[in-house]
C-alpha cells in the first residue's frame, strides 16, 4: 500500500530532535509522499531544507497561513511571492480565513486570501485552504472565482454534510484527518456522505494526532490510523483507502 500525507508540517521545532527517524518512520508505515504546507517568510527556509533532503518524499506549497497575517501582510505577500516566482511548488498554501484565535485581522485575510486565489489562477496550482471558523464566508468567496479552473482541497475539514456537498460541488476536495477518529465530531457522517473520490488524508503533523494517540505529537506514519477509519466508515479495504486517496493527491498536486 501506499499512502500519501497531505499536509504535515515536518519542518517544525516540534520535530527538530528527530526528524529523519520520523520520516523514515512514515516511509515505513507506506506513506510515500508528504506535502508541506508553509506558514508565513519565517518558516520557508526550514521546509526548503527538508524537500531538498527528502526530494523523493517531501513537496512544498507556498502560501500565507491566516494567522499569521499580521499588520506587515503586504511584506509578507511580497516576500513569498519572489520565491513562487523563482521556485517550483505544489500548491498555494497553506492559506484562508481563521475566525477563531483572533479577528483583528479578519478584513486583511479575506485580501490576503483573495492574492493567494490570485496566484493559484495565475501559476496554474491547487489552493490548500484554512477555514477555522470560516467557512460560509470561504464558500462565498471561492464562488466569485467560479468556472476559473481553481482546485483544492480544504484542509482538515471540519463542516457539516451540506457544507461538504458545497465544497465538493466546486471540485474541491476534503482533507481528512485524525479528528474523524474521535468520535462525536459529525466528521463520520461526513465522510459517510461523500464519495471516496473526493477525500484526501491529511495529518496536520505535529497538530492533531489521531487515537490512541490524541494530546501527542502527531506524526506521517498515524496515516494508516486515519486510513483504517475511513475504511471502516466507508465499509471498504483498508487498501482501497489507500489507493484512492493517494490517486487522488497525485492528480490534485500534479505528482507525475
Same mark, same amino acid.
Given at each position: ?6 499536509? /504535515? ?16 518512520? /512514515? ?8 506535502? %508541506? ?82 496566484? /493559484? ?28 479552473? %481553481? ?48 477525500? %484526501? ?56
Amino acid at each position: 500500500m501506499i499512502f500519501t500525507d497531505t499536509h /504535515a508540517h515536518l519542518y517544525l521545532p516540534e520535530f527538530d530532535e528527530d526528524r529523519q527517524t520520523v520520516i523514515e518512520n /512514515a516511509v515505513d508505515a507506506g506513506v510515500k509522499y508528504i506535502f %508541506l504546507p508553509n506558514i508565513d517568510s519565517g518558516s520557508v527556509g526550514s521546509m526548503h531544507d527538508l524537500c531538498s533532503h527528502l526530494h523523493n518524499h517531501c513537496f512544498p506549497m507556498m502560501g500565507l497561513h491566516p494567522t499569521s497575517v499580521k499588520g506587515n501582510f503586504r511584506e509578507e505577500l511580497s516576500t513569498l511571492r519572489n520565491y513562487l516566482e523563482n521556485r517550483s511548488y505544489r500548491a498555494v498554501g497553506e492559506v484562508g480565513i481563521d475566525l477563531y484565535w483572533d479577528k483583528t485581522f479578519a478584513a486583511e485575510q479575506e485580501e490576503v486570501f483573495r492574492i493567494s486565489i490570485g496566484w /493559484a489562477l495565475e501559476f496554474h496550482l491547487p489552493l490548500v485552504i484554512h477555514t477555522r471558523n470560516s467557512f460560509d464566508r470561504t464558500y462565498e468567496i471561492l464562488q466569485e472565482y467560479q468556472g476559473k479552473g %481553481l482546485t483544492g482541497v480544504f484542509h482538515c475539514f471540519s463542516g457539516n454534510t451540506d457544507q461538504a456537498k458545497k465544497a465538493v460541488g466546486m471540485g474541491f476536495y476534503l482533507g481528512i484527518g485524525g479528528v474523524v477518529t474521535f468520535g462525536k465530531t459529525g466528521l463520520e457522517k461526513v465522510v459517510d456522505a461523500v464519495g471516496i473520490e473526493h477525500l %484526501l488524508l491529511e495529518t496536520d503533523a505535529p497538530f492533531l494526532a489521531p487515537a490512541p494517540y490524541r494530546g501527542k505529537r502527531n506524526e506521517s506514519s498515524y496515516i494508516p490510523l486515519i486510513a483504517e477509519k475511513v475504511a471502516e466508515i466507508k465499509q471498504v479495504s483498508i487498501e482501497t483507502v489507500a489507493e484512492i486517496t493517494t490517486e487522488n493527491a497525485i492528480r490534485l498536486f500534479h505528482l507525475k
